[in-house]
Each structure stands twice: as C-alpha cells, then as structure tokens.
C-alpha cells in the first residue's frame, strides 16, 4: 500500500519561498502521476499542480502558473514543490497525492498524505 508523507511547510514572509518535498513508499513510484493540493481554513481542498509518470508533463491551477514548480526524483521516490513569490491567502495545509491507476494523466486523486502547514504571513 501506497504511503506520502510531506516535508518542508513552515512559516514565510509575504513574497517568500518555501519547497514542499513528498516521499512515497510502497510500490513502484515511477509509474503512478503524483500531485500537490491545497487546504486554507474554511475553504474545501484545491487542486495546485500534478506531474506524470515520466516527469515530462505537468499542469498547474491558473493561480500559481509562473510561480509554482513540480518535480520529482524517480530514483529517490520523491515529488518536490517549489513553491515563490507566496502570498498570505495561500496559507493552507498542502497535500501530497496520487492516483494508484498506473499511468494515470489526470487530476482525480485517490491517495493522500497527511498535509504539511504552510503559513503566509504579511
């Protein structure tokens, strides 16, 4: 069984950086998508940026194009989130996930991480 757990949220000035880092265990990593998504208080759980199998293809939510950047080390089972130029309103626990369909493009997660904290403030 597939397990993520997030590393590297933490607390940021307004204009700041932050990189999120996920490592997974429990099967073959190189063949599954793998995403990161976003909870802020109140708010239901969003969708942020996903990355296919290969590394070669990923999507963003239109919010964070030009800011954000996923990546991943297949050899090392991780997913990375270099997350720049934060703002206070992306204060959210951010999640790590994937879809157990290997080779799977699209955004519909079905495993999760515990989320890591990351606090924005102005």
């Known amino acids: 069984q597939v397990q993520l757990v997030e590393s590297g949220g933490g607390l940021v000035q307004a204009g700041g950086s932050l990189r999120l880092s996920c490592a997974a265990s429990?099967?073959?990593?190189?063949?599954?998508?793998m995403g990161w998504f976003r909870q802020a208080p109140g708010k239901e759980r969003e969708f942020v940026a996903v990355?296919?199998?290969?590394?070669?293809?990923?999507n963003y939510a239109d919010s964070v194009k030009g800011r954000f950047t996923i990546s991943r080390d297949n050899a090392k089972n991780m997913v990375y989130l270099q997350m720049n130029s934060l703002n206070p309103e992306e204060t959210a626990l951010y999640y790590c996930?994937?879809?157990?369909?290997?080779?799977?493009?699209?955004?519909?997660?079905?495993?999760w991480g515990k989320g890591t904290l990351v606090t924005v403030s102005s």
């Open positions: 990355i296919t199998w290969t590394g070669r293809g990923t």
């Open positions: 429990g099967r073959t990593f190189s063949s599954y998508a």
């Open positions: 996930a994937t879809n157990t369909r290997p080779y799977y493009s699209g955004t519909r997660m079905d495993v």
